[in-house]
């Protein structure tokens, strides 16, 4: 499993490439395919790009909950995979974003690569600055999930 540390702002070129940051792919574990699944994410307009490994961790820990056969859950797979593509770094180590996924995002042409453990967050630029959290908030929101879970280890 990848993990991805550190924000990068880029550009998209006139066809949705991008460079694919150089610290990032150091982070990758060593023998990791060029391989990626990118999808919009499903809380924020962003979209999330996984290597092909986290992916099919992604996939072990749905399909280990979804019965197909349950109208809910198919609506939900329907869902999940809406808006999936599967993209691979080119010999420059750029990677082409489908069109229809730069738009689902509201993504033009400046990005923002924010790691987030074992997958990688593509903003447009102007929305990932204002998604910032007053420090005191995000210091009750780390003691509420965090704090009784760090004193019991």
């Known amino acids: 499993m990848a993990t991805f540390i550190g924000d990068y702002q880029c550009r998209l070129d006139s066809k949705g490439r991008f460079i694919f940051p150089a610290a990032f792919k ?11 699944v990118v999808r919009r994410d499903i809380f ?22 979804i019965n197909p056969y349950n109208r809910e859950h198919n609506l939900f797979i329907r869902n999940f995979f809406k808006g999936t593509a599967e993209v691979t770094l080119d010999s420059s180590n750029r990677i082409l974003i489908p069109k229809r996924l730069l738009d689902i995002a509201g993504i033009d042409r400046d990005i923002v690569l924010a790691g987030q453990d074992g997958r990688i967050e593509i903003w447009d630029v102007k929305r990932y600055e204002g998604i910032e959290m007053k420090p005191d908030e995000f210091a009750g929101l780390a003691e509420k999930l965090l704090g009784n879970k760090l004193n019991q280890e």
Do not use: A, H
């Not at 307009?45 to 986290?54: A, N």
């Open 44 to 65: 924020e307009q962003c979209l999330v790009l996984y290597t092909i490994d986290d992916w099919n961790l992604q996939l072990d820990r749905i399909r280990n909950r």
């Open 26 to 36: 150091k982070q990758m574990p060593p023998g990791s395919s060029e391989q990626f």
